[in-house]
Nanobody, 126 residues
Framework: QFVESGGDLVQPGGSLRLHCVASGLDFDIYPLAWFRQAPGKDREAVSCISSSSSYKTYGDSVKGRFAISRDNTKRTLYLEMNSLKPEDTGIYYC?????????????????????WGQGTQVAVSS
């Protein structure tokens, strides 16, 4: 299970750092991903990181603005969000993929992703 935190209300152009702390799973064998869901919209895949942090990938809408990282010793996943836009507003969730697999394409549709947290709310507005 994951617990997300760090969401807040920020002005356009601002920054936030989200945290996702894991419990009850072998953290360092899973690819991890961030997802978000805006009101009235489908869930969107934001970013994925491999178990060793050697591979990172981003959705087109956040590329160049967001950075994913993880600290396996702290069982924590991070999402650094810069140059925030109103369209970044939504609830942000983290989840784990299938053990010992790459991000591949599965993260895009969240196929096989599990251990979803309750999410953390990000609101970007002036």
């Amino acid at each position: 299970q994951f617990v997300e935190s760090g969401g807040d209300l920020v002005q356009p152009g601002g920054s936030l750092r989200l945290h996702c702390v894991a419990s009850g799973l072998d953290f360092d064998i899973y690819p991890l991903a961030w997802f978000r869901q805006a009101p009235g919209k489908d869930r969107e895949a934001v970013s994925c990181i491999s178990s060793s942090s050697s591979y990172k990938t981003y959705g087109d809408s956040v590329k160049g603005r967001f950075a994913i990282s993880r600290d396996n010793t702290k069982r924590t996943l991070y999402l650094e969000m810069n140059s925030l836009k109103p369209e970044d507003t939504g609830i942000y969730y983290c989840a784990a993929g299938r053990p010992r697999t790459p991000c591949g394409d599965a993260w895009i549709t969240a196929r096989g992703y599990h251990s979803w947290g309750q999410g953390t709310q990000v609101a970007v507005s002036s």
